[in-house]
């Protein structure tokens, strides 16, 4: 989940709008299946569907449009399925147009921050105060910045000078620093101790339309939104019934194994919420 704005607050009772990209394959798909978990769990959120044009918008130089970028402007919340950059030159990728216009900075993977690009002064204070406030609203006591410091001295000596700045604002939270080689060791020799995971896949051309796609990434994504949103409750609801609807085995998907559709898949979760 990439960020570029302070924790969301709601109202208690207010119906959250969201922007909502759907986009390439399985996306629709899979966008349904979020669509249909959210109901049932009760979460109050309407979604503002936006689609990708045909056409290079001279506005953004990509086939997104001005209007789809300023909606999530306008909800400061926002889920995307895959996107397919398509094929030629003359316009910015897709993903890259979303991150440069709406000037996300932070990258949030199941508790993991990790900036997006680092130049300045200004970036580097950005990713370190929103990794300290994360971990400090979500009962986090470390924060771990990777780096490669002793090679970059000018780029990323910058940035733990930043990061360390941020620190001492938060000393009931602990700080450390890794360089890059040693966390990757770290990983190969104790995977269990870290859980690094993205909901990011391909569009799987292949398989769209077909309702066979695995709906469980986006999911998982849409969680992350929601405790961004502060709906903890809900989130950990959602979390749980994918969670057993996994490990139950009775409605697995092709690639976990089983012989579930997409919308087998996902009534098993609502049944479980």
């Avoid at 690094?196 to 709906?215: F, R, T, Y």
Wanted: aromatic share 6%.
């Amino acid at each position: 989940m990439a960020s570029a704005v302070a924790p969301f607050s709601t109202e208690s009772g207010e119906t959250i709008r969201a922007t909502l990209f759907p986009r390439d394959g399985i996306g629709p798909e899979i966008a349904e299946s979020v669509k249909q978990v959210f109901n049932v769990a009760g979460v109050p959120i309407e979604w503002e569907e936006h689609y990708v044009g045909t056409e290079v918008d001279p506005r953004t130089e990509s086939f997104l449009t001005w209007e789809s970028l300023e909606s999530v402007r306008r909800n400061k919340v926002g889920l995307k399925g895959p996107m397919a950059t398509p094929i030629g030159k003359g316009h910015r990728s897709l993903n890259l147009t979303l991150r440069k216009e709406l000037g996300l900075y932070a990258n949030v993977v199941r508790g993991v921050v990790e900036s997006l690009e680092i130049i300045t002064r200004q970036a580097s204070l950005r990713v370190a105060e929103y990794a300290f406030h994360y971990a400090k609203a979500n009962g986090r006591e470390r924060v771990s910045a990777i780096h490669k410091a002793n090679i970059m001295r000018k780029t990323d000596g910058l940035f733990l000078k930043c990061c360390r700045e941020v620190a001492e604002k938060y000393p009931e939270i602990q700080y450390e620093e890794v360089i890059i080689d040693n966390c990757c060791m770290t990983l190969v020799k104790n995977p269990g101790g870290i859980c690094l995971a993205e909901a990011v896949h391909g569009s799987a051309p292949d398989i769209a339309g077909k309702n066979l796609a695995n709906p469980t990434a986006l999911m998982l994504s849409a969680v992350m939104l929601l405790r961004h949103m502060q709906f903890n409750d809900k989130a950990d609801r959602i979390h749980n019934a994918i969670l057993q609807t996994i490990a139950e085995g009775k409605y697995r998907t092709a690639d976990l194994g089983g012989k579930a559709s997409t919308s087998e898949f996902t009534n098993a979760v609502c049944d479980h919420i």
